[in-house]
């Protein structure tokens, strides 16, 4: 592993970095943030100053401790939802490869129907419907996003499903949780992990476009897509505050990419 | 000089592990117009990556390292592309071994035959779809007049594998090199192939580069014979001198794969322990894939299930292990009905019935190490855990021959292909089962390893009296292990007995067809063969 | 032919299932609004009139199945009801702007598609040189970037910086071709930039596959120039896989609509759909998200048909 990492890219280096920088301030905010997440502490849009290193926004609150809980929020939110739609759709693709049958026409077909759905037009028309929560966000996007995790560890569960050591075990007897445990999830991890981050990005982005618009995290919370929203007449004067947010984002979704780019470069040299 | 090709001091190198690496280590061969020299090795020999770098050509990552390519007076290494274009297709064309994804699949097949020589400025396509047709007939493939005007996927194996021979004949090259085109395909379809490959190199006088692993098939046409190893030269010498009088011990050893093993002595009348009685399939719940099945196997016995791809012999294994339950008849084992469904059977049941793979590589997890994959059958079926296990295993280990120390705690990945199968038989034995079904178990190993396990098989059964159900298409292997043969073709067994009935005429029609086109180390075979075939069909 | 035309009739045939089914769940969905759905959606200081009025604009009176009937009926017969917000047709505020949608997501199309397939083409027949890594990496940022981003980079620089084009996409009906293509080059360019960066990235792999197929080596070794190798062996069979790619592309065009028309105030239906959404005004989102899924079933019909029309596997010589 640290063989590895040493042998590691630069571009994956500096994906690592933007990572662990992004993971540190996410953990530590209360500590780094100089002033509190609701604060109000100075005039709308002041510029930066020593008082407030990055200047305020449109409320007057300090945008560096908006973007430090903001980051945290809108990192945390993402995790857990990805976290969440990777346990189910991995869960269900491997169940639905290993049994086949009816199982697998039923989630399969399930899948389908939500897929043909453009993802942001299910979610808008969910979150109208059942009003935009913490909760009901987390489900929603995860339910929805688990649909590709699902389709993914299903197909890379097949793959193994054919090999001869499946079979060998299931002649010997061997039950469902046993089979998955055992035989495919050690074999499915390396193209999962790469998935894991690739949906990582695709929800981050979710989450902040759905804040963007207005229907993600609810104000006063800080989250970087609703502060982009909220900051967006600043530009039209010359202020080029919403871009702070929008380019933290930005960076995060670049870093993770990098990690991943190098991660699948791994995997496919390794097959051939 | 006479040479229509000479390579001298060829180095190749591969690119892996971050460096490149040789592969093929200072081969040198002449080659006289009209002469076929067969290449042969087992895998890993190099003798593909020669074949191509004859033409100048080295595969992604690959690359020709030093040495000279001459071919008919030029100079192909460190030519330009350009130059290498012009002599590719024209001069020296090649035939691989997979037809199917050779053809482009956007493009009817005589359309394919006439691109290069229409390419290369020799004919107009209206005299290249002539001459295709001329040359389809000369290699017997069927209605030559329109088969070319078909897409690939309309053909069958064979007569694709035989359209692909046609097309490398289109810019008349003056020598082609074929790489392995028969090993894809069946025993019966094998013959029409080299049929065709003998009609080119003899009566259009073409010089030929024949690759392949078998050396009972090159002996059929080439002249000359070089046998390679680990990319470096063993042998080389006419046909039939080398087959008589072969110098290395490698070459002795390739020359022996087919020879007959001792028969053991038939003891008497033995246990039935398997006992199916008029058995039908089917995957799509309305054609059955096989009928009729009647099959037993006696203990301490080796029946051998033997068909062409497609006969459905694999499928009589699934049924037999219920991964596909049958749709009627009975199965017994041990004396005892069992239900048709894999998830209906008892533990017992399926500790008994063992099965190894074709494909040793596929067969083990990757994930896991040697310990683990011969400790879990003992823990799931006895309970043995801990001390005891690997103890087992150490002993099982001994039993097929592999060191204990050097290999239980290894990655079964880090094994070689013959060491896998090896693992496989040993994860079987932990189970003490009486009956193993062994599909196609050697069909994916170098000869000279596949010998090493068939003997390895034989000496467990005999310390055993284990029963061994052999699923096989290739005939050699029957010949060597079998105590009793049942030949399957299009779903039905066609014929069944003790070996000595089933090997001694009168055979059926079927069984007829396919003794008689296993190739022999004699290098008359073919000729013998064809010219009978020709007296009795025409 | 036979049977292409079977698939292709089996594939009509799913896509209007899946329509139905969806029309259903979003039908349902509004139904699961916990508690009675009136006095939820007016909140507690409604009058008993206008709960009364909202009930009967929703048909809530009668059993569902009926509802639902009549629901799918009005709605392919191109009535919508009437929004809860103004009272005024659902149909009436949802055509012009799906026009205007349809406007903007085709114009970036017929920019994104072309362009993307070419230099998708470029960095998969010269891999690995810097050209490929070049736009490797470029994409793998734009791909990163949330569209907003992209958008207000370009309102930063062209808008506000150098004053070449409006921030704001404003149209109306009375405007002419000219000014409607100057209003909308940024929402365009920015879904070009999105688009065009996950399009690339996909045609370069799918090329790449093709490229390493054993036919393909089979050409050189007969000797055909690169040129005829690309345009003969490579192209026809590249055809299928990269139709596919611009289908799943679609998604993202839909999905990158409705964030740009947000940005740039486009009177777009995206822009209807989350306005709606906000103020929970139901028939507009019903209408809204079905018209929206409908357009996405044939855009993806509309590409598998060529897939299938393309892949020469399914081809047969009627010999």
């Known amino acids: 592993m640290l063989k590895l990492l040493r042998q590691s890219p630069l571009s994956a280096r500096i994906g ?10 996410a953990l530590f905010a209360p500590l780094i943030a100089p002033y509190g997440e609701t604060s109000v502490v100075g005039d709308v849009w002041e510029s930066s100053s020593a008082k407030f290193y990055i200047g305020t926004d449109h409320l007057g609150r300090d945008l560096l401790t908006r973007m430090i809980y903001g980051g945290r929020n809108t990192i945390a939110l993402a995790f857990i939802t990805t976290a969440i739609s990777f346990l189910l759709g991995s869960f269900l693709g491997f169940v639905s490869a290993v049994k086949g049958a009816w199982t697998d026409q039923l989630l399969s077909r399930a899948v389908d129907i939500i897929m043909a759905f453009p993802t942001l037009i299910f979610a808008l028309m969910i979150l109208s419907v059942l009003g935009s929560s913490i909760p009901t966000l987390i489900f929603t996007i995860a339910i929805l996003d688990s649909t590709r995790v699902y ?38 991890l390396p193209p999962l992990v790469a998935e894991f981050g690739l949906r990582f990005c695709f929800v981050f ?68 | 000089m006479n040479n229509l090709l000479e390579i001298k001091n060829l180095y190749l190198e591969a690119f892996y592990e971050e460096q490149w690496q040789p592969i093929v280590h200072n081969i040198s061969l002449d080659l006289k117009r009209g002469e076929v020299l067969g290449l042969i090795g087992e895998s890993g020999a190099g003798k593909s990556t020669i074949g191509l770098a004859a033409m100048g050509y080295a595969r992604q990552g690959c690359r020709i390292a030093s040495g000279s390519i001459n071919l008919d007076g030029k100079e192909l290494f460190g030519a330009s592309q350009e130059d290498l274009r012009v002599v590719r297709g024209s001069k020296i064309s090649y035939v691989a071994q997979s037809a199917a994804a050779s053809f482009n699949p956007a493009h009817r097949v005589i359309k394919q035959y006439s691109e290069a020589p229409v390419h290369h400025g020799l004919m107009n396509h209206a005299e290249a779809e002539k001459e295709a047709v001329e040359i389809y007939r000369r290699l017997f493939l069927p209605n030559p007049e329109k088969i070319g005007y078909r897409y690939p996927h309309e053909l069958s194996g064979g007569q694709l594998q035989r359209a692909m021979v046609a097309m490398a004949m ?102 039935v322990i398997l006992d199916i009685k008029d058995v039908a399939a089917t ?82 997890n990757p994930r896991q190490t040697v310990r683990q994959v011969i400790g879990r059958p003992l823990e799931f079926y006895f309970g043995i855990r801990g001390k005891k296990a690997e103890d087992r295993i150490r002993e099982l280990l001994v039993d097929i021959e592999l060191d204990p120390d050097h290999y239980i705690g290894r990655l079964t990945t880090e094994l070689s292909g013959g060491e896998k199968q090896r693992i496989c038989i040993a994860r079987a034995l932990a189970a003490e089962p009486e009956l193993i079904i062994c599909d196609e178990v050697t069909s994916a190993l170098d000869q000279l390893v596949a010998e090493g396990i068939l003997d390895l098989l034989q000496d467990l059964q005999n310390k055993t009296d284990m029963a061994y159900l052999f699923i096989t298409h290739d005939l050699a292997t029957v010949k060597a292990i079998a105590d009793k043969i049942v030949i399957m073709l299009q779903g039905k067994i066609v014929e069944q007995g003790e070996k000595k009935e089933i090997l001694s005429p009168p055979h059926h029609e079927y069984t007829d067809k396919l003794l008689a086109s296993v190739p022999e180390m004699d290098p008359d075979w073919l000729d013998n063969l064809l010219e009978k075939r020709a007296s009795t069909f025409i | 032919m036979k049977n292409v035309l079977m698939l292709i009739f089996k594939r ?20 699961m609004l916990p508690g009675d759905v009136a006095e939820t959606v007016l909140g507690q200081g409604a009058t008993p009139e206008t709960v009364e009025q909202f009930r009967k604009a929703l048909k809530l009176d009668l059993p569902p199945h009926i509802r639902y009937g009549a629901w799918l009926n009005d709605f392919v017969h191109g009535d919508f009801g009437n929004s809860l917000a103004n009272g005024r047709p659902v149909a009436g505020l949802i055509g012009w702007r799906l026009g205007n949608t349809l406007f903007l997501a085709l114009s970036t199309a017929m920019i994104a598609i072309p362009l993307a397939l070419i230099l998708g083409m470029i960095a998969a027949f010269y891999r690995n040189t810097f ?70 990235r996909q045609t370069r792999a799918a090329i790449i596959n093709v490229l390493a197929s054993a036919y393909i080596e089979m050409a050189e070794i007969k000797g055909i120039r690169r040129l005829r190798i690309i345009a003969l062996h490579a192209f026809p069979n590249s055809l299928s896989p990269v139709i596919n790619v611009i289908a799943v592309n679609m998604a993202y065009l839909i999905v990158g609509v409705v964030i740009v028309e947000v940005v740039f105030v486009y009177p777009g239906l995206g822009q209807l759909l989350v306005d709606s959404v906000a103020k929970r005004d139901l028939p507009v989102v019903q209408a809204s998200g079905l018209v929206f899924s409908v357009v996405y079933i044939f855009l993806n019909l509309a590409a598998d048909i060529l897939s299938m029309l393309s892949n020469p596997r399914l081809r047969q010589s009627q010999i």
């Open chain 1, 16 to 25: 690592m970095g933007i990572v662990m920088l992004n993971i540190l301030v």
């Open chain 1, 151 to 188: 389709r993914l560890s299903r197909a890379v569960a097949m793959d193994i499903e054919v090999m001869e050591f499946v079979e060998a075990a299931r002649l010997r007897g061997e039950g469902l949780w046993w089979l998955i445990r055992h035989e495919i999830l050690p074999n499915a």
């Open chain 1, 205 to 272: 982005l979710f989450i902040a476009s759905l804040s963007f618009l207005g229907l993600g995290l609810q104000p006063p919370l800080a989250d970087w897509g609703g502060m982009v929203r909220e900051n967006s007449g600043a530009i039209t004067f010359g202020i080029f505050i919403p871009l702070i947010p929008a380019g933290a984002i930005a960076f995060l979704t670049v870093g993770v990419n990098l990690i991943v780019d190098w991660f699948l470069h791994l995997s496919s040299g390794l097959h051939e």
């Open chain 2, 170 to 271: 289109s810019c008349h090259p003056e020598i082609i090199v074929f790489d392995e085109p028969t090993t894809a395909l069946d025993v019966t379809t094998q013959i029409e192939v080299l049929a065709a490959v003998k009609e080119i190199t003899e009566k259009m006088n073409k010089a030929a580069l024949y690759i392949t692993h078998d050396l009972a098939v090159v002996a059929q046409v080439a002249h000359r014979i070089m046998v390679l190893r680990n990319g470096r030269l063993v042998e080389i010498n006419e046909t039939r001198e080398l087959i008589k009088n072969p110098k290395e011990k490698y070459t002795r050893e390739l020359l022996n794969v087919r020879s007959l093993r001792e028969n053991k002595t038939i003891h008497e009348k033995m246990d």
């Open chain 2, 283 to 364: 995957y799509t719940g309305y054609d059955n894939v096989v009928e009729d099945i009647d099959l037993t196997v006696r203990k301490g016995r080796t029946v051998a299930l033997v068909g062409e791809s497609g006969s459905g012999k694999s499928t009589v294994a699934k049924i037999i292990t219920g991964l596909l339950p049958a749709i009627n008849g009975s199965i017994k084992f041990l004396g005892k009905e069992l239900p048709r469904k894999l998830k209906d059977r008892k533990k017992d049941d399926l500790r008994k019935m063992q099965m190894i793979y074709q494909m040793p590589d596929t067969a083990l």
């Open chain 3, 12 to 31: 009509c045939g799913a896509s209007l299932i899946t329509i139905f089914i969806i029309s259903l769940i979003i039908f349902i969905g509004v139904e």
């Open chain 3, 131 to 200: 050209f490929d890594k070049l736009i490797s990496t470029t994409t793998l940022s734009f791909i990163s970037f949330p569209e907003f981003f992209i958008a207000y980079i370009l309102i930063s620089l062209l808008s506000v910086k150098f004053n070449i084009f409006p921030s704001l996409a404003v149209i109306d009906p009375e405007m002419g071709l000219g000014s409607r293509i100057y209003a909308i080059v940024l929402p365009s360019l920015t879904l070009t930039f999105v688009v065009t960066a996950h399009m690339m």
